[in-house]
């Protein structure tokens, strides 16, 4: 079955500067990969996908990219906000539907 | 358009007893999902289920679990004789279309409790 692997487990930025997460999957059938935020004591909301026939996707202060050779797809938050701060899960689904989710980023965002 | 709902949303058992979670899908979405998320985890798939049919159980558990999505009425993820072990939040999603043509939406999620 599929292996989501994310990179890092948490991480500390200044308000206003980049963050980056990482992950990278194991079946190459895989063709869809969503990104989730998921705050404290609430529900896991999307916030972005891409899917295997386009590489780069943006949308305002967050693009994914993804690289389908290397089987690796990463989340670019700029200009981070404070609201940023929260758990992010990025996923993979293929032909199957369901998705495997990665272990999840604890990003927060210092003032 | 209400989005997917849980219920309930706490739900404490004692050791042996069983629980039973409901998951209402949004208006029009066919294709339930359910997960388990253990504390500072990322989610496990469990179950995909459409109307009446289970069309992937491969994270479910082959004992004491059970996942239904009649044909009226909302899907149930049932767990007979709980331990300790099944505490944890349990999220359903659900989506419109399925192989992974659309988007999953996920409930607030029932935090089950096992004393």
């Known amino acids: 079955g599929e292996n989501v692997e994310q990179h890092p487990s948490t991480l500390s930025v200044q308000e206003g500067d980049s963050a980056v997460i990482k992950c990278t999957y194991s079946?190459?059938?895989?063709?869809?990969f969503p990104w989730y935020k998921q705050e404290l004591g609430k529900r896991p909301q999307l916030i972005i996908d891409?899917?295997?026939?386009?590489g780069e996707k943006k949308d305002q202060r967050i693009a994914v990219t993804l690289n389908k050779t290397a089987k690796h797809f990463s989340l670019h938050i700029t200009e981070t906000q404070p609201e940023d701060s929260a758990v992010y899960f990025c996923?993979?689904?293929?032909?199957?539907?369901?998705?495997?989710f990665g272990a999840g980023t604890t990003v927060t965002v210092r003032a | 358009n209400a989005g997917v709902m849980q219920n309930p949303r706490h739900l404490v058992r004692r050791r042996g007893q069983e629980a039973r979670l409901r998951c209402s899908p949004m208006?029009?979405?066919?294709?339930v999902y359910w997960y388990r998320q253990l504390p500072e985890e990322g989610l496990k798939f469990m179950v995909y289920?459409?109307?009446?049919?289970?069309?992937?159980e491969s994270g479910m558990p082959k004992e004491r679990f059970s996942a239904e999505f009649p044909k009226e009425g909302p899907s149930i993820l049932r767990i007979q004789q709980v331990v300790r072990g099944d505490s944890a939040a349990y999220f359903c999603?659900?989506?419109?279309?399925?192989?992974?043509?659309?988007?999953?939406?996920f409930g607030p999620g029932t935090r089950l409790t096992v004393l």
């Open positions: 079946d190459s059938a895989s063709n869809y």
């Open positions: 208006k029009g979405h066919s294709h």
């Open positions: 891409i899917r295997s026939n386009v």
């Open positions: 996923a993979a689904s293929g032909a199957g539907d369901k998705l495997s």
């Open positions: 289920l459409q109307k009446e049919n289970i069309i992937d």
């Open positions: 999603a659900s989506s419109r279309l399925g192989q992974g043509r659309d988007e999953q939406f």
